[in-house]
């Protein structure tokens, strides 16, 4: 069984950053892909950004290119996000997803709030 805990949310200014951190605990397991995603009101869940654990390949939602940064720290099984030049328009809860084989486990979200 694997737990994944995000954490960092909150509340911005546009223009601010923010740094999102979800770490993946539990009996042994080998990590394939960890990422971030968000979900807005009513909407689904949209990916914001992955890293794979083999080659630290990440890739970004146009939305996030240029602003958000993913990485990973293999050693603590964490993953994180850093939010810059934040948008009143990126506010959405922001959901840790971690890929082990075929099955993703997911955090129960964090909310980031960026007011204009």
């Known amino acids: 069984q694997v737990q994944v805990v995000e954490s960092g949310g909150g509340f911005v200014q546009a223009g601010g950053s923010l740094r999102l951190s979800c770490v993946a605990s539990?009996?042994?397991?080998?990590?394939?892909?960890m990422g971030w995603y968000r979900q807005f009101p009513g909407k689904q869940r949209e990916l914001v950004a992955h890293i794979t654990s083999t080659d630290d390949a990440a890739t970004y939602a146009d939305s996030a290119k240029g602003r958000f940064t993913i990485s990973r720290d293999s050693a603590k099984n964490s993953v994180y996000l850093e939010m810059n030049s934040l948008k009143p328009e990126d506010t959405a809860v922001y959901y840790c997803g971690i890929v082990i084989r075929t099955l993703v486990y997911w955090g129960q979200g964090t909310q980031v709030t960026v007011s204009s």
């Open positions: 539990g009996n042994s397991f080998s990590i394939d892909v």
